[in-house]
């Protein structure tokens, strides 16, 4: 767990809007430049970024309540020795989920376009699994440095 500064509310909201809405924009547009008479992939390619943004922040609030119970467990039971808490807030680990699925669920939406377009299968999965890890590493980026809220615990 790291302690990022404490961003603006309209950072974070940027942040979020950019994530869910970039990801299916990107999505669509790719699927329509590889298959443009199709009018089933482009929702397949939106579906499939958007559910990369929504599970990879489940995957991360899992992983972030479980470290957080494990920093105040380790917290409670050290010696008395009061060290000044850093300003900021922590982000914890488990922000590098965005990057597997980011990867994964727009590779499948890759073969669903490749089955549906003229230039070729295995063009289509590239093009997505690119498009997809680029996705996931702005976000997973975007969480580290704090751009998008971790609920924090009362």
Not at 52 to 61: D, K, Q
Not at 75 to 96: F, H, I, K, Q, T
Not at 115 to 123: E, K, M, P, Y
Not at 144 to 149: F, V
Request: glycine content about 12%; some cysteine.
């Amino acid at each position: 767990m790291h302690t990022v500064p404490q961003r603006s509310a309209f950072l974070q909201l940027m942040a979020v809007f950019g994530a869910f809405v970039g990801g299916p924009v990107a999505g669509i547009t790719l699927a329509a430049s590889l298959a443009p008479d199709s009018s089933l992939v482009p929702p397949i390619a939106a579906f499939a970024f958007a559910l990369a943004f929504v599970l990879g922040l489940v995957l991360w609030f899992g992983a972030g309540v479980f470290s957080l119970a494990r920093a105040s467990w380790r917290r409670r039971n050290r010696p008395s020795s009061r060290r000044a808490l850093p300003a900021g807030v922590e982000v914890p680990p488990g922000y590098r989920g965005f990057v597997w699925l980011g990867l994964a669920l727009p590779m499948l939406a890759g073969a669903c376009v490749g089955a549906a377009s003229d230039h070729g299968f295995l063009r289509c999965i590239a093009a997505f699994s690119i498009a997809g890890l680029a996705y996931g590493l702005a976000v997973s980026k975007l969480a580290h440095h704090g751009y998008l809220p971790f609920p924090e615990p009362e």
